[in-house]
Nanobody
Framework: QVHLVESGGGLVQAGGSLRLSCAAS????????MAWFRQAPGKEREFVAA????????YYADSVQGRFTISRDNAKNTVYLQMNSLKPEDTAVYYC?????????????????WGQGTQVTVSS
């Protein structure tokens, strides 16, 4: 079991930056693949980025590649999403998710644990 709490969302102008954090409870954080997904109004939840258990492998959606960076600190039970060069189309609720099995990292159905989400709004 793991409980996830996101923070760091807000309102930012296009071209700006935000860093999201996701704090996890429990003593087995390092056994989970962690990911960020986002969901805009009227749209399906979409994959943003994922990081494996050790932090040695990272995966990104094409739409954020080169602008976003996912990282984790297993000592702090926290995963981060650094978002640079933000665009209005990045506006969404961002969710942190945890997966403790092997499988496609970009499918929401693979993740058994989710945070409550944090709103990111990018103004033009």
């Amino acid at each position: 079991q793991v409980h996830l709490v996101e923070s760091g969302g807000g309102l930012v102008q296009a071209g700006g930056s935000l860093r999201l954090s996701c704090a996890a409870s429990g003593r087995t954080f390092s056994s989970y693949t962690m990911a960020w997904f986002r969901q805009a109004p009227g749209k399906e939840r979409e994959f943003v980025a994922a990081i494996n258990r050790s932090g040695g492998s990272r995966y990104y959606a094409d739409s954020v590649q080169g602008r976003f960076t996912i990282s984790r600190d297993n000592a702090k039970n926290t995963v981060y999403l650094q978002m640079n060069s933000l665009k209005p189309e990045d506006t969404a609720v961002y969710y942190c998710a945890a997966m403790n099995r092997f499988g496609p990292y970009d499918l929401p159905t693979q993740y058994g644990y989710w945070g409550q989400g944090t709103q990111v709004t990018v103004s033009s």
